[in-house]
């Protein structure tokens, strides 16, 4: 990705670049502000501290900025004082680094910490390299602590607190759109002839779309956390209520993501002559193609619910699982009686019927909505 493209996107219209050249405005602004008040206003004597911290903690969500404001300066706090006290006792910087810095790298990785641990080693440094160590120098260096975390919470909370719900959007209806994509490709396959070449690649979809639904979900909870202490979540009640409808399609695009993928390891083992597994006879695969064409569409109209969520998606979305439902009864009387002598071609068609079965009825389990969004 070019950064010119980056620009221009960020300029075009909302999205994750134009959010992440916001939070880096908001944490240059935070740095800027804390210079002013600790150098202009109160005149601190080391007030390069304050904007140190105040622009690392404009973070991705205003509960992050919070929690790890604490833990910054609870990581600070306690290089600042073991580097005091070392230093005080020894009288040497370099002998009191010797012996200030394995314990704060090590303590640094305490849990509780977070990933602010790095800033008591910092911290320490800090201490000991500008000037002989004392209480007065400790108890400033964390007043300005303080100070950088307040403005940097502050700008975070104040200035476009960022709500995470178009992650979400997006990356759901990028999964849905790969699943649709996929059980369609396979579906123009076992319509002709078919390959274990054929197969690999159906299984390696299949497989990005298990990912792009982790994905789904990863995005799905930062929506939940950015809500989370954001005094603009009042503000966009009305769209955070989807997170909801949000948190049930991410359940049923993981069952689906199951079934494709093993629907695309059973093809990809009937496929391959060094196994037993049989491959579906031409008519059984015909009409299984013409069972996941409407699985595809399915799930393509299940996506549009997610984004519209108005009563004509919905209503495509039940022709689209009727339809399903209809191919897959209709495939279900072709198998009657099939192959049931044989325990391989049982396992086979037992697998493909059951697998669809499972997947049509998920669909059937619609998002909840908000009746302010119905249209």
Same mark, same amino acid.
């Given at each position: 990705?070019?950064?010119?493209?980056?620009?221009?996107?960020?300029?075009?219209?909302?999205?994750?670049?134009?959010?992440?050249?916001?939070?880096?405005?908001?944490?240059?602004?935070?740095?800027?502000?804390?210079?002013?008040?600790?150098?202009?206003?109160?005149?601190?004597?080391?007030?390069?501290?304050?904007?140190?911290?105040?622009?690392?903690?404009?973070?991705?969500?205003?509960?992050?900025?919070?929690?790890?404001?604490?833990?910054?300066?609870?990581?600070?706090?306690?290089?600042?004082?073991?580097?005091?006290?070392?230093?005080?006792?020894?009288?040497?910087?370099?002998?009191?680094?010797?012996?200030?810095?394995?314990?704060?790298?090590?303590?640094?990785?305490?849990?509780?910490?977070?990933?602010?641990?790095?800033?008591?080693?910092?911290?320490?440094?800090?201490?000991?390299?500008?000037?002989?160590?004392?209480?007065?120098?400790?108890?400033?260096?964390?007043?300005?602590?303080?100070?950088?975390?307040?403005?940097?919470?502050? =700008?975070?909370? $104040?200035?476009?607190?960022?709500? %995470?719900? /178009? #992650?979400?959007?997006?990356? &759901?209806?990028? *999964? !849905? +759109?790969?699943?649709?994509?996929?059980?369609?490709?396979?579906?123009?396959?076992?319509?002709?002839?078919?390959?274990?070449?054929?197969?690999?690649?159906?299984?390696?979809?299949?497989?990005?779309?298990?990912?792009?639904?982790?994905?789904?979900?990863?995005?799905?909870?930062?929506?939940?956390?950015?809500?989370?202490?954001?005094?603009?979540?009042?503000?966009?009640?009305?769209?955070?209520?989807?997170?909801?409808?949000?948190?049930?399609? =991410?359940?049923? $695009?993981?069952?689906?993501?199951? %079934?494709? /993928? #093993?629907?695309?390891?059973? &093809?990809?083992? *009937? !496929? +391959?002559?060094?196994?037993?597994?049989?491959?579906?006879?031409?008519?059984?695969?015909?009409?299984?193609?013409?069972?996941?064409?409407?699985?595809a569409a399915a799930v393509e109209a299940f996506g549009h619910v997610v984004t519209e969520d108005s009563r004509e998606a919905r209503a495509?979305?039940?022709?689209?699982?009727?339809?399903?439902?209809?191919?897959?009864?209709?495939?279900?009387?072709?198998?009657?009686?099939?192959?049931?002598?044989?325990?391989?071609?049982?396992? $086979?068609?037992?697998?493909?019927?059951?697998?669809?079965?499972?997947?049509?009825?998920?669909?059937?389990?619609?998002?909840?909505?908000?009746?302010?969004?119905?249209?």
């Amino acid at each position: 990705m070019s950064t010119a493209g980056a620009v221009r996107r960020a300029c075009a219209g909302p999205g994750r670049e134009r959010d992440l050249a916001v939070q880096s405005l908001k944490a240059a602004l935070a740095a800027l502000v804390a210079w002013i008040i600790a150098s202009q206003v109160l005149r601190a004597p080391m007030p390069f501290i304050a904007p140190w911290v105040a622009v690392a903690l404009v973070r991705t969500t205003v509960y992050r900025s919070m929690t790890e404001s604490l833990e910054q300066f609870g990581a600070i706090a306690l290089g600042t004082t073991l580097a005091t006290l070392t230093g005080m006792a020894v009288g040497d910087p370099t002998l009191a680094m010797v012996l200030v810095l394995p314990v704060t790298l090590l303590v640094g990785n305490w849990r509780k910490l977070g990933d602010q641990g790095i800033y008591g080693a910092t911290a320490a440094l800090f201490t000991l390299t500008t000037g002989d160590p004392s209480v007065d120098q400790a108890v400033a260096r964390l007043l300005e602590s303080l100070l950088g975390a307040g403005v940097g919470v502050a =700008v975070n909370m $104040l200035i476009l607190p960022p709500v %995470y719900l /178009r #992650d979400s959007h997006n990356a &759901l209806r990028t *999964a !849905a +759109d790969a699943a649709s994509e996929c059980l369609a490709g396979i579906a123009r396959g076992l319509g002709g002839a078919w390959d274990h070449g054929d197969a690999r690649e159906w299984d390696r979809r299949a497989r990005r779309v298990t990912e792009l639904v982790g994905e789904a979900r990863e995005a799905l909870a930062w929506t939940e956390e950015s809500a989370r202490l954001n005094p603009a979540a009042p503000r966009r009640a009305r769209l955070l209520r989807r997170s909801g409808t949000y948190a049930h399609t =991410v359940y049923v $695009l993981e069952e689906l993501a199951r %079934y494709t /993928r #093993d629907l695309a390891h059973t &093809l990809l083992e *009937a !496929a +391959d002559d060094s196994t037993a597994r049989p491959r579906p006879e031409e008519d059984v695969a015909a009409r299984y193609a013409r069972l996941l064409e409407r699985v595809a569409a399915a799930v393509e109209a299940f996506g549009h619910v997610v984004t519209e969520d108005s009563r004509e998606a919905r209503a495509r979305l039940r022709r689209a699982v009727a339809e399903a439902e209809a191919a897959h009864g209709d495939l279900r009387r072709l198998l009657g009686g099939r192959g049931v002598d044989d325990p391989e071609w049982m396992g $086979l068609y037992g697998s493909l019927l059951v697998d669809a079965h499972r997947a049509v009825q998920r669909l059937l389990e619609e998002p909840p909505h908000d009746e302010e969004d119905r249209g």
